[in-house]
């Protein structure tokens, strides 16, 4: 097979994706879930919100809503086996199970969960997996833990309302980056240099990130591919598969027909 593996488990819709071809890359995209996953054979060259981030066999990932990625993954050299497990987890679940959500994006040692990962198969098995998970994850975050938490400069309060205007242009159907700068009242350049400093993608990647994101739930909500390629602005279906993959490692029919668990 050279597309991942996906499924959605009875658990708040909760997503199960299993990566496992060597090579494989996501252009920049982001989750409105938490991603959580375990490095279980290989190891995945990352970027996360704009910085590099390397995950490697045994590791568990953390990435928050919101936080752009992206992903190369890599097999073993010993093995030449490459296999990454990730569970897209909506808030609401992690709220009624009493859960701590890491405060960060990133990654903690943790062997012998990622090789339970591997077997991951009945709804009852994630759930339990997540439970030990996720609470180690949130150990090894805490602040202060992390590198990658520590040190890094924050936006200033003009940044964060121009970055707002920019979401909220987009909302209401802004599909150009002229027309973003038209509607935030700033420069082009400004845009581009806001949105690849803080989300860590040029305009127009963001502006086709927007629209698979929206064409992933018209997916799962039934919509046709078809008609979902067109009502999100893309040329056709075969230019929209294509995209759909590249983002998220499995095409559009594979989510439409993604069984039930």
């Known amino acids: 097979m050279n597309r991942s593996e996906v499924r959605r488990l009875r658990l708040f819709d909760l997503e199960q994706v299993r990566h496992h071809q060597h090579g494989q890359e996501w252009v920049p995209?982001?989750?409105?879930?938490?991603?959580?996953?375990?490095?279980?054979?290989?190891?995945?060259?990352?970027?996360?919100?704009?910085?590099?981030?390397?995950?490697?066999?045994?590791?568990?990932?953390?990435?928050?809503?919101?936080v752009v990625h992206t992903g190369a993954l890599a097999a073993s050299a010993h093995s030449g086996a490459a296999l990454v497990m990730m569970l897209y987890v909506p808030t609401e679940w992690l709220a009624?199970?009493?859960?701590?959500?890491p405060p960060c994006s990133g990654k903690a040692r943790a062997p012998t969960l990622t090789r339970d990962a591997r077997h991951l198969a009945t709804p009852e098995e994630v759930q339990a997996w997540m439970r030990r998970a996720i609470p180690s994850l949130a150990k090894a975050l805490r602040p202060g833990a992390m590198a990658?938490?520590?040190?890094?400069?924050?936006?200033?309060?003009?940044?964060?309302?121009?970055?707002?205007r920019v979401q909220s242009a987009v909302l209401s159907g802004e599909q150009t980056v002229a027309g973003l700068a038209r509607h935030c009242d700033v420069s082009r350049e400004r845009i581009h240099h806001v949105l690849k400093k803080w989300i860590g993608m040029s305009p127009s990647d963001y502006l086709r990130a927007v629209r698979l994101h929206r064409a992933k739930q018209l997916v799962m909500n039934g919509e046709p591919a078809a008609a979902v390629a067109a009502e999100c602005g893309f040329a056709d279906q075969a230019h929209f598969t294509r995209w759909f993959k590249r983002t998220f490692g499995y095409t559009p029919g594979d989510l439409a027909q993604a069984k039930w668990r």
């Open 29 to 66: 995209h982001w989750h409105d879930e938490w991603s959580f996953g375990a490095i279980v054979e290989g190891e995945c060259r990352c970027s996360v919100a704009g910085r590099p981030f390397l995950a490697q066999a045994g590791d568990l990932i953390a990435i928050a809503p919101g």
């Open 148 to 164: 990658m938490a520590a040190g890094e400069p924050l936006p200033t309060d003009a940044v964060r309302e121009l970055i707002e």
């Open 96 to 101: 009624q199970s009493s859960l701590d959500t």
